[in-house]
C-alpha cells in the first residue's frame, strides 16, 4: 500500500481561461464562451497588406493612401475657396473607397469591419456627402422639390 500512496497524478496544463481545471483538479468541459483575457484581435476579413510583405510599406497601403490623398486635396480645395468642387472629391474619395472594399480581395488599413458594413458605411457617407455638395447654396446643381416642402411646413407656423 505504500508504494500506491506515493503514486502522483500528474499536474494538468492550462491552456487558457476556459481549459482550466476545476476545484477537484479535473479539466472544464469545453464551451463556446470567450476566454476571459484575449492576446489577439482578428484581422477584419480582407485586412491583410495590398501587396507582399517585402514591398515598401507605401505600397502595401496603396488603398489607403490613395483614399486619404483624394481626401487631402479636396479638403485643400475646400480650403481655397472651391467649396463645391472640393466637397465633391471628399465623398467620391469616400465612394472609392466602398468601390475597393467591395472589388479588391485585401485592402490593408482600409478594412475597419466586415466588408459589407466597410462597403455601406463608406458608400452612405460619400453619397450624403456627393448629395449635399450638389445641393449647396448658392446656385445647387441638384434641387429635390420635397426637402423644401418639408422645410417651409416645419419651420412656419
Excluded at 51 to 76: E, F, N, T
Excluded at 105 to 110: A, I, S
Amino acid at each position: 500500500m505504500p508504494a500506491e500512496e506515493q503514486r502522483t497524478e500528474p499536474e494538468p496544463t492550462v491552456r487558457d481561461a476556459i481549459s482550466a481545471p476545476d476545484a477537484e483538479g479535473r479539466p472544464r468541459r469545453v464551451t463556446r464562451r470567450f476566454p476571459l483575457f484575449t492576446k489577439d484581435t482578428a484581422r477584419p476579413e480582407g485586412g491583410g497588406r495590398a501587396a507582399p510583405g517585402d514591398a515598401p510599406a507605401p505600397a502595401r497601403q496603396w488603398p489607403m493612401l490613395v483614399v486619404l490623398s483624394a481626401v487631402a486635396l479636396g479638403l485643400l480645395l475646400t480650403a481655397l475657396d472651391v467649396f463645391r468642387y472640393g466637397t465633391l472629391v471628399v465623398g467620391a474619395a469616400l465612394l472609392g473607397a466602398a468601390a475597393m472594399r467591395w472589388v479588391l480581395p485585401r485592402v490593408g488599413m482600409l478594412a475597419v469591419r466586415s466588408r459589407f458594413t466597410d462597403i455601406v458605411t463608406y458608400g452612405v457617407l460619400g453619397l450624403a456627402i456627393v448629395l449635399l455638395a450638389l445641393m449647396a447654396q448658392p446656385n445647387p446643381l441638384l434641387q429635390i422639390p420635397f426637402l423644401k416642402d418639408t422645410l417651409h411646413f416645419t419651420l412656419t407656423k
